[in-house]
């Protein structure tokens, strides 16, 4: 499979970033992980999005799903409805996206394409999910936005690639915050045997070296996402 980031900010963009979007792809299928601000124009740099086989949303905050909405003009005229899983709640959003999508209950998520999918709920303000995608010779999987959850470890077990979030430096990390540190996402993926791990979600302004600096004490091959990056695994 290969990932390809397009947006790792969260929960707005810096200047000339974007938000949550990551395009995940094996020889015959396609899909678009989260699709936040910014994300479409990156998209469409890549590929056409009527081309899409899904849109997987972990969830429905802003940041993970506003250009939802400018998408939704860029498929008019072609006669792609684009099939998008999200977990139910929040409906005033997911109304939003009812409208124009062909909109499926997130939990439901079971195959697309040849990928084979499952998902996890995860410790979140919203309902959110985490996602395992398994492919013939490899697994993706990504955490969502999350802080601790321990079923994370096990589900994200053995996996080819696992995409954290892990937004916080130590020194701003609280077991009630809605998000993991980069230390911790990084200690999930050393003791789930996870190959490779990159770190995403990233507060404008932040210091992403601190944060590479925290998950290699527990994961030394860690990298740090950023728009344009890409991972073949
Ligand atoms: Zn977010
Ligand atoms: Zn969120």
């Known amino acids: 499979?290969?990932?390809?980031?397009?947006?790792?900010?969260?929960?707005?963009?810096?200047?000339?970033?974007?938000?949550?979007?990551?395009?995940?792809?094996?020889?015959?299928?396609?899909?678009?992980?989260?699709?936040?601000?910014?994300?479409?124009?990156?998209?469409?740099?890549?590929?056409?999005?009527?081309?899409?086989?899904?849109?997987?949303?972990?969830?429905?905050?802003?940041?993970?799903?506003?250009?939802?909405?400018?998408?939704?003009?860029?498929?008019?005229?072609?006669?792609?409805?684009?099939?998008?899983?999200?977990?139910?709640?929040?409906?005033?959003?997911?109304?939003?996206?009812?409208?124009?999508?062909?909109?499926?209950?997130?939990?439901?998520?079971?195959?697309?394409?040849?990928?084979?999918?499952?998902?996890?709920?995860?410790?979140h303000p919203v309902p959110c999910r985490a996602v395992r995608v398994e492919s013939q010779d490899s697994i993706f999987c990504y955490t969502g936005d999350t802080n601790t959850c321990d079923a994370l470890q096990e589900f994200v077990s053995g996996c080819s690639l696992m995409l954290a979030d892990g937004c916080f430096p130590v020194s701003l990390w609280a077991e009630n915050k809605p998000?993991?540190?980069?230390?911790?996402?990084?200690?999930?993926?050393?003791q789930a045997g996870a190959k490779r791990l990159v770190v995403t979600h990233f507060t404008p302004g932040i210091d992403r070296e601190v944060l590479l600096a925290e998950a290699q004490k527990c994961y030394p091959e860690v990298q740090i996402a950023y728009s344009g990056l890409t991972v073949e695994f």
């Not at 977990?87 to 499926?104: M, N």
């Not at 079971?110 to 410790?123: A, M, T």
């Not at 998000?179 to 050393?190: C, I």
């Open 1 to 123: 499979m290969k990932l390809t980031v397009l947006g790792c900010n969260g929960p707005y963009p810096e200047p000339g970033g974007a938000c949550s979007g990551y395009l995940l792809e094996n020889r015959t299928t396609r899909v678009l992980i989260d699709c936040g601000t910014g994300v479409l124009a990156r998209l469409t740099a890549i590929m056409p999005p009527e081309k899409l086989d899904a849109v997987i949303l972990s969830h429905l905050h802003y940041d993970h799903m506003s250009d939802m909405l400018p998408l939704i003009y860029k498929l008019q005229g072609t006669g792609k409805i684009l099939p998008v899983y999200a977990p139910e709640g929040l409906q005033p959003v997911r109304a939003l996206l009812e409208s124009s999508y062909d909109v499926h209950n997130i939990d439901t998520l079971n195959v697309i394409g040849d990928l084979k999918l499952s998902v996890l709920p995860v410790r």
């Open 179 to 190: 998000h993991l540190s980069a230390y911790l996402a990084a200690e999930v993926a050393a």
